[in-house]
């Protein structure tokens, strides 16, 4: 079946400007997650969703990111007012119903450069 | 806190000879441990999953790893390395919340002909 899909693969945009960033989880797969790869932090946890509530939001590195899900499925990732140091690559992954452990299925992400 | 340390940042390794890629873990409970590999550009993929069902897992590709508690080590290891086996390899352990990943910083795997 199909994987877990991310838009745009590619984003470049100025300084100041606000992003939206796409994710398609895996169908059926009720948990969902998000991480920022960059050169600098390496892989890290953004937030995660249990259908379309996010119990936990610890990763979000300020206030001008904010994600939400509609319908337990798409989920957009929105980063206001961007910064240089926001410049990364974007991971969205899904899971089936969260167990502890549960393998996380991750997407091609997006790969997002703020001039 | 859980982490991960991935004892080297490169690796390299001519192509038909073993690898071994070194991870040890930090963790206050029994974790999940996973590998992932991700190939330039391509998203990341599971190579192999440890929930304490065996302390030998096999993965995809040839490869597996082996959970040692007592060294609270995970090394991945694969007999013989082949050309598409060049890329990053990320060790990862859950967090205590269950659902949160933690990364190692990643080997980068090369294989010379």
């Known amino acids: 079946g199909a994987g877990v899909s991310q838009s745009p693969s590619n984003k470049v945009t100025e300084k100041g400007k606000d992003v939206e960033l796409r994710c398609d989880p895996i169908?059926?797969?009720?948990?969902l997650y998000w991480y920022r790869q960059s050169l600098g932090q390496g892989l890290e946890f953004l937030i995660y969703f249990q259908g379309n509530s996010a119990p936990d939001k610890s990763g979000l590195p300020s206030d001008r990111f904010s994600a939400e899900r509609t319908g337990g499925s798409v989920s957009t990732l929105t980063i206001q007012r961007t910064q240089q140091e926001d410049s990364a690559v974007y991971l969205c992954?899904?899971?089936?119903?969260?167990?502890?452990?549960?393998?996380?299925?991750f997407g091609p992400g997006t790969r997002l450069l703020v001039l | 806190a859980q982490s991960v340390t991935q004892l080297d940042s490169h690796v390299s390794v001519s192509e038909g000879t073993p690898v071994l890629l070194r991870c040890n873990y930090s963790?206050?409970?029994?974790?999940?441990l996973f590998w992932y590999v991700q190939h330039p550009n391509k998203g990341l993929q599971l190579l192999l999953k440890?929930?304490?069902?065996?302390?030998l897992v096999k993965g995809i590709n040839g490869f597996e790893a082996e959970f040692k508690k007592s060294e609270t080590s995970f090394h991945l290891t694969k007999p013989s390395a082949h050309m598409s086996d060049a890329a990053e390899y990320f060790c990862v352990v859950s967090s205590n919340s269950g659902y949160a990943l933690n990364f190692g910083k990643g080997t980068s795997l090369l294989v010379t002909p």
């Open positions: 963790s206050s409970y029994s974790p999940s």
């Open positions: 169908s059926g797969h009720t948990a």
């Open positions: 440890y929930t304490s069902a065996a302390t």
């Open positions: 992954a899904s899971s089936r119903p969260r167990d502890y452990g549960e393998t996380q299925y």
